[in-house]
């Protein structure tokens, strides 16, 4: 008998066999999402992270061809949301949409967070910037930075402020505010956003910092006073109201971004489609105007730049909290 051409072919099938095994990661990869996608918030619905959550799950929907859902899941100043995606399947299906919270606000100031800001995620992408403004009641005798900071100084005790929740990136920037102004005054913390707004127009509290994002249905309606934002530049949204470095203050320099990660060890090629599906989006011009009529500013910046922002701005975070002995609830 021959056996040569018998071994020749079973040699063939399994080499050809081989090859189709080595293929099959790359396959099941290639057709990501294969099921709808979880994007889970880490607060209650209405906020500007939900907002611009939302907006990034119904674009991705469209442009990956499965359903975004997405879960609402607030508590632990972010740590629940974030402590369940680090610990889900890392295929791509479920994401984590969250602000300077998550990545380095919490890590500055806690020790027994469920994940870690650094290894338990892989960053896609940056897709907006919110500004942090600082408001006014409308009885308080300050309408602009000089007038803000000479309040300030002359009768601390009389003055507070408050954040959306201690710890939060209001409470960071109104501690980096104030330390550049050269005045201390009482921090009050709320829980979220509204409550802190419903007593800033009550007159309960004659300050705030909050995102320009939940100020501006209420600077539009004359309920509260805008004194300066706390970036840069000027907000798109608001370009009358000034920055605090225009009034002399250049170490003011504070915002808010909304990152999207995915748990680590996510497939590069997940990851790749993932990003390059982000960047088209933010480049959309309607897009990019829903985001600003939300008080975002629309900013793509890749995974690369995403790791270095964390890594940039977690040593900063850590010096603010021990300046101003800033702790958690």
Do not use: C
């Amino acid at each position: 008998m021959h056996f040569a051409p018998v071994f020749r072919r079973l040699a063939l099938a399994v080499a050809g066999l081989a090859t189709a095994l080595a293929a099959l990661p790359v396959l099941a990869e290639g057709t990501y999402p294969s099921k709808p996608i979880t994007l889970v918030v880490p607060f209650p619905p209405g906020g500007s992270a939900d907002t611009v959550g939302r907006l990034m799950g119904q674009q991705l929907s469209e442009a990956l061809g499965q359903p975004v859902i997405i879960d609402n899941r607030p508590g632990a100043g972010t740590a629940i949301a974030a402590g369940l995606v680090a610990k889900a399947q890392p295929d791509g299906h479920t994401l984590l949409i969250s602000s300077g919270s998550t990545f380095t606000a919490n890590p500055a100031i806690r020790t027994n967070l469920p994940y870690d800001a650094v290894k338990s995620f892989d960053p896609i992408a940056v897709v907006a910037r919110i500004p942090l403004i600082v408001l006014a009641n409308t009885s308080v005798p300050a309408n602009n930075v000089k007038e803000f900071v000479a309040a300030l100084r002359a009768t601390p005790d009389k003055y507070a402020y408050a954040s959306f929740g201690s710890g939060s990136t209001s409470h960071f920037t109104g501690e980096i505010v104030l330390r550049a102004v050269g005045a201390r005054i009482l921090h009050v913390p709320y829980k979220g956003s509204a409550p802190a707004m419903t007593d800033l127009i009550g007159g309960q509290v004659p300050f705030s910092v909050d995102t320009v994002t939940a100020a501006l249905p209420q600077l539009k309606a004359g309920k509260v006073k805008a004194i300066a934002v706390t970036t840069a530049k000027r907000s798109s949204q608001l370009p009358d109201v000034p920055t605090f470095a225009e009034a002399g203050y250049a170490d003011v320099d504070a915002d808010t971004w909304i990152m999207l990660v995915a748990p680590k060890g996510t497939p590069a090629s997940v990851r790749q489609k993932l990003e390059s599906a982000l960047a088209r989006i933010v480049a959309v011009p309607a897009v990019a105007a829903q985001l600003r009529a939300n008080g975002a500013e629309p900013l793509f910046s890749g995974s690369a730049a995403s790791v270095t922002l964390i890594e940039k701005e977690l040593p900063l975070m850590r010096a603010v909290a021990q300046r101003a002995d800033i702790r958690p609830d």
